[in-house]
């Protein structure tokens, strides 16, 4: 989604397309609602971005939503040499609602999600707390070509395994339960509830090569996985 999103014209001048950029996003996260936010770090310091409050109630919580808002708006910017937050909070159409004011450190150039960032390829991050809704995630980045700004795509853990638990939902009849792990064992996402995983199991198995070719079913603590 990134690699597409990135070639629309109206990104190479964000600063003077907020609309047409607001408008884009929203396109972008209603089609994909995994998706927490989208936004620009520009060169000169400058941060937009676009949150989806339906992502998670995690989310919702964090920033301080009512129930009214479908979306806010995250723009940093320097005001009077010093930098500022804004965010306007939206409802479905795009109403404002609420608009609130604070004092910021946020730079996105001194960010690893911007610094990373490459032109032609994605970059995908690992799970991080992300500094302002203190929620972990992972971020999706890639560099606009010419113009030295990055897009960036943030998914949240919660917001990943909800999706997982939903697409199993889905899935009338189906059995069993999908884990998303690191090698170290640090859980991503599941569709269980809880996170207390037999990490070590999971990791011989998949060591042992029978995640990669085959279905298995085995058993920790008298649980059947």
Do not use: M
Request: aromatic share 12%; hydrophobic share 35%; charged share 25%.
């Amino acid at each position: 989604v990134a690699s597409v999103v990135v070639q629309y014209p109206l990104l190479t001048d964000a600063e003077n397309e907020t609309a047409g950029v607001r408008d884009l996003f929203a396109q972008v996260i209603r089609n994909n609602n995994i998706f927490y936010s989208l936004y620009l770090g520009l060169p000169n310091g400058r941060f937009y971005e676009l949150i989806n409050l339906d992502n998670s109630q995690g989310v919702r919580t964090s920033i301080r939503a009512s129930a009214e808002d479908r979306w806010v708006v995250n723009t940093v910017g320097e005001v009077d040499g010093k930098l500022i937050r804004r965010l306007d909070y939206f409802d479905n159409a795009f109403h404002l609602r609420a608009t609130r004011y604070e004092a910021s450190d946020y730079d996105p150039r001194s960010r690893p999600w911007f610094k990373n960032a490459r032109e032609n390829k994605v970059e995908k991050s690992l799970p991080y707390v992300f500094p302002y809704l203190h929620i972990t995630g992972q971020t999706y980045a890639i560099r606009l070509p010419d113009t030295g700004a990055v897009l960036g795509i943030d998914i949240t853990l919660e917001s990943f395994s909800e999706h997982l638990q939903n697409q199993q939902k889905q899935q009338r009849g189906a059995e069993g339960e999908i884990f998303v792990y690191r090698n170290s064992g640090e859980i991503l996402a599941s569709t269980r509830a809880t996170e207390k995983l037999p990490y070590k199991e999971l990791i011989d198995v998949t060591k042992n090569g029978h995640a990669a070719d085959e279905l298995q079913t085995f058993y920790v603590n008298e649980e059947k996985y």
